[in-house]
């Protein structure tokens, strides 16, 4: 399906009209920085999925899209967030009305960057709120406010980053067609939605790991609720080191991007420098570090690829 093509009518499932490529392809990739430790590594291809609905963009999003049911979406997200890009692509692809909630009031004054630009161009209608209303966002009470405001009382609502209880269940599905594939699964983490739903979906003798990519120290807890939510308990063997944000959320270094830049050459593998870098980039220093058994066989989960727009 192009870029421009629109569902046209609702079948049963109008999501799986948009042709997924699933499950995602599964590559070997030759790296001796890991094969010199005996170590394989596998790409998983989910950044293939969609070109709209981008890797776990499509995982979140694809069980939400149904949810709705024909009702407006509305999210969450700051001035550059990829989930609302990915968002508004969903609706402008499935006739679905979408609205997101962007943080910073001052930003409605202002021209609208690229990335919100993309968001209006397919459809998304946007509602500015000041940074203290978005803090509190998750409040019942706030939320309540939020939607009056925005005149979008009839929406189904996912929260920033997609990860809610649907989301988890969508990423599960990552983990199934992993099972018997690999002994570590890795991925980048922003929400923890991925993570929680990934390692729920992996065999039990397979280990998640998860690559944060904000500061804070945070997202342990975040992961656990969001399983508690979903499945009521724990679900996998998952673990989480935080080394290598590079500084925080969009941040980036000098030494990331040469690291990227060389992968690239490396692999021929666009690579996303806000997330995919930061995993590979942890994996290969994880490996220099002996933290991985010879004959251990790593997927990196390729959630996201450099924007082209």
Not at 303 to 309: A, I, K, Q, V
Request: charged share 25%; proline share 7%.
């Amino acid at each position: 399906m192009s870029d421009n093509d629109r569902v046209s009518s609702r079948p049963a499932d109008p999501v799986a009209a948009l042709n997924p490529r699933l499950p995602s392809p599964l590559r070997e990739v030759a790296d001796d920085r890991f094969a010199r430790h005996g170590v394989r590594l596998l790409l998983k291809r989910d950044d293939l999925i969609h070109p709209r609905l981008i890797g776990n963009k499509w995982r979140k999003l694809a069980p939400n899209l149904r949810a709705a049911d024909g009702r407006p979406l509305l999210t969450f997200g700051g001035a550059y967030s990829n989930h609302l890009r990915a968002t508004a692509a969903g609706g402008r692809l499935l006739g679905l009305p979408t609205i997101g909630v962007v943080r910073g009031e001052e930003l409605a004054d202002r021209p609208l960057n690229p990335s919100l630009a993309r968001c209006a161009a397919d459809g998304m209608r946007l509602h500015f709120v000041d940074r203290s209303t978005y803090r509190h966002k998750t409040d019942p009470a706030t939320l309540a406010a939020v939607l009056r405001a925005a005149d979008a009382e009839d929406t189904h609502v996912v929260p920033e980053g997609g990860s809610n209880p649907l989301a988890v269940r969508g990423c599960q599905d990552l983990g199934a067609e992993l099972r018997g594939r690999a002994d570590v699964v890795a991925v980048a983490c922003g929400t923890g939605g991925t993570l929680a739903g990934l390692a729920a979906g992996l065999a039990p003798d397979q280990r998640a790991l998860g690559v944060p990519v904000l500061k804070g120290g945070f997202l342990e807890e975040e992961i656990r609720q969001l399983q508690d939510q979903t499945f009521g308990g724990p679900r996998g063997n998952w673990r989480l080191d935080d080394r290598f944000h590079f500084g925080g959320y969009a941040r980036t270094t000098p030494e990331l991007d040469a690291f990227a830049t060389d992968f690239e050459t490396r692999h021929a593998l666009p690579v996303e420098r806000l997330y995919v870098a930061k995993l590979l980039c942890g994996l290969v220093t994880l490996v220099s570090e002996g933290a991985f058994p010879r004959g251990t066989t790593i997927a990196a989960v390729i959630t996201g690829r450099p924007l082209t727009e």
